[in-house]
């Protein structure tokens, strides 16, 4: 079986937007994990001629109560079922505590973790993305998901820890 990257963090930060880059042109494979539900939806990728599964995550209201609990669930399942975490956050808004819920889980969850710097669209935003050394969890690898900027880089970094 290939490898599953599982991609989570908090609603909005870009996380489908994320996936559909590193699937770059390739139709997207959709397919159903057993016992799961459409709250993860799973595509075959590859990247330097190696396969592995990403694993997009969401399927919550942003409004809803209750929001930090929510996402803190969605996370520990989809951790659970993941060789690797691609950990998103927005570096244009910084760390709130719905992320930090998702910190928790990845920590108690052992896997390795690549953390993700989103909306880093040009070089000046890069300053924002120097907090989340804070973290933890590791060099914030800055992208920009919307505009491709960073996403080999951070492919590379994925496939080193998957
Ligand atoms: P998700 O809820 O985490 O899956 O986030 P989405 O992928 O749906 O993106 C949420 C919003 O953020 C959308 O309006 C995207 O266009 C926007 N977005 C995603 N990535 C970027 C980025 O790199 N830069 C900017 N400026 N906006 C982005
Ligand atoms: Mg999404």
Same mark, same amino acid.
């Given at each position: 079986?290939?490898?599953?990257?599982?991609?989570?963090?908090?609603?909005?930060?870009?996380?489908?937007?994320?996936?559909?880059?590193?699937?770059?042109?390739?139709?997207?494979?959709?397919?159903?994990?057993?016992?799961?539900?459409?709250? #993860?939806?799973?595509?075959?990728?590859?990247?330097?001629?190696?396969?592995?599964?990403?694993?997009?995550?969401?399927?919550?209201?942003?409004?809803?109560?209750?929001?930090?609990? #929510?996402?803190?669930?969605?996370?520990?399942? +989809?951790?659970?079922?993941?060789?690797?975490?691609?950990?998103?956050?927005?570096?244009?808004?910084?760390?709130?505590? +719905?992320?930090? =819920?998702?910190?928790?889980?990845? #920590?108690?969850?052992?896997?390795?973790?690549?953390?993700? =710097?989103?909306?880093?669209?040009?070089?000046? +935003?890069?300053?924002?993305?120097?907090?989340?050394?804070?973290?933890?969890?590791?060099?914030?690898?800055?992208?920009? +998901?919307?505009?491709?900027?960073?996403?080999?880089?951070?492919?590379?970094?994925?496939?080193?820890?998957?």
């Amino acid at each position: 079986p290939v490898p599953v990257l599982a991609v989570v963090g908090r609603p909005n930060v870009g996380k489908s937007t994320l996936v559909n880059r590193i699937l770059g042109r390739r139709e997207a494979v959709v397919q159903d994990i057993p016992g799961v539900t459409r709250d #993860r939806v799973s595509y075959d990728a590859e990247w330097n001629g190696r396969a592995f599964t990403v694993v997009d995550t969401g399927g919550w209201d942003p409004d809803a109560r209750g929001l930090a609990e #929510r996402i803190k669930a969605q996370a520990e399942i +989809a951790v659970g079922l993941a060789d690797a975490v691609l950990f998103v956050v927005d570096a244009s808004i910084g760390i709130t505590d +719905a992320d930090e =819920a998702v910190v928790r889980v990845l #920590r108690k969850s052992g896997k390795p973790v690549v953390l993700t =710097a989103n909306k880093v669209d040009d070089e000046r +935003a890069e300053i924002e993305a120097y907090g989340l050394w804070n973290l933890g969890l590791g060099e914030p690898h800055v992208v920009s +998901a919307l505009h491709g900027r960073g996403s080999g880089d951070l492919l590379d970094a994925v496939l080193e820890v998957l």
